[in-house]
């Protein structure tokens, strides 16, 4: 049995030491047969893109083990792998690393990862194939502390040295270079970064008569205006392009092949529910990271639900930052994609990071190119119909949104007192009115397709957030009492005072008050009284209450 690669992007690692491995090396055939000089691939993280290009890497560099591709399918080329194969110097950073608080902290970070690669490839100087001045050159690179200007000329002096010592044009390979944008856009020095990569893209990248052609990947395609100017060999490749729409994510056929490898057909449905509905171009395909874990989890443990692997590996600012923009109709369309529906939204694929926040529509765009939104379809004049992929993404948006609920309700106490209030004084119009402003302000989150126990839990929740404003009081939720276990149990300041709270959902507005009857007949069947009664409290309000989307209502009885 193969090693599944969790978190491995070698490709000569994982091919060397037994991983399992699913060939994308096409990729290589369709590279080549739709020529680019300058390719960029956008893909959300962890579709396979720092893999995919180590396998570039491997498959064009000079002195390659050329058994690392056998059994795969562009071993079949045969023609092409002896045209290609092992016939090119290359050089690859990848500037996933690159971060830091302030511009000079990120500019080291970069000057670090370049000067790795300098290391790497330091034969250069390791006899006299390069002139004197040649190889003073390269040395003048490798210095500790370097100026802007020997940064962004680095690269293109790299590639002129590489083809004057091998006579032979270099490939350049650039990972996840829009990480730098990123993090300065975060952290506030977004504009002298994009003048230092525009600096170093477009010396290595434009008009450089040393270079073959190179491959870039990252998530969001930054606008060519902003650091791709005057880059008229540019091939950029999305989410949306049918061309290699198979090459970055899993289809169906190899998940399923993989599972069938573990012997885990059995978690095919599972594993489409969570992990399923990304829409490349024309092709469906599943997020590679959350298949890998979630079979290696089943390994230990065979009864294991599915998890959220590909979310937990961010801190999901985007969603956050989405949804402190909302206004009352994009809550609206939050709620619709929540319960499975389609919203339509023109989208712009180019962006560069001081757009981002302009409008809430430049958002919808940033998370579609991300991944926390997939395509459904076209409408017409290029507006697409957007969803959410699976189950994981809907968790994110809800458990961002509950969060952003809790923000919300707490920076106004007047409300949340006058709530509280209502409880003691045994006034179900006031906690009815209270309740109903508060659902209307917040963003309904119920999939519709779920249990109404689980649609209970949700409001029950809500309730329990709401009540532990007051400092007070005791609140005990699933309590056991009586014959059972009440959904909320409060003992407040008042030491003879006591309540208790069940909860229900009603399917539709008009099985409200029925589903209120039930609550409270609930409470004196299973005497959920006893607790507080044990307790010395007897003066006790009971409250049937229930939801339904965004109303509820609500009856007291004294018992």
Known sequence: MKKLPVGIDNFEKIRRENFYYVDKSFLIRDLLDNWGEVNLFTRPRRFGKTLNMSMLKSFFELGTDKTLFEGLAISEETGLCE??????????????????????NARDTLWEVIQKELRRLQYLIQDDRLSELDRDSFLSLTVSEASDAVIQKSLAVLTELLYKYHDQKVIILIDEYDVPLDKAFSHGYYDEMVSLIRGLFGQALKTNEFLYFAVLTGCLRVSKESIFTGLNNFDVNSIVDVRHDEQFGFTEPEVNALL??????????????????????????????????????????????????????????????????ADKTTQNEIERLIAGETIEKAVRLDLTYNEIDNSIDNLWSVLFTTGYLTQAGRAENGIYKLAIPNREVREVFVLQ????????IVKDEKPLQALCQAFLDGNPHDIQKHLNIILGRTISILDTKARDAQKENFYHGILLGLL?????????SNAESGDGFSDILIEPEDPDAGIIIEIKYASGISGLGKACEEAMKQIKTRRYDERLRNDGRNEIKAYGIAFCKKRCMVVCEVL
Not at 468 to 476: H, I, K, P
């Open 83 to 104: 045209k290609y194969m092992g016939k090119f110097p290359v050089v690859f950073i990848s500037l996933k690393s690159v971060d830091g608080l302030s511009f000079s």
């Open 468 to 476: 532990r404003s007051e400092a007070d009081w005791l609140l005990l």
């Open 260 to 325: 069938e490898s573990y012997s885990f057909e059995r978690a095919a449905s599972d594993v489409k529910e969570w992990y399923d509905g990304y829409h490349f171009g024309d092709a469906d395909v599943y997020c590679p990271w959350d298949v890998i874990n979630y079979v290696k989890k089943l390994l230990t443990d065979p009864q294991a639900p599915p998890q959220a692997y590909w979310i937990n590996t961010s801190g999901n600012e985007l969603v956050r930052r989405f949804i402190n923009k």
């Open 401 to 408: 949104i509950q969060e952003w609920f809790r923000e919300q």
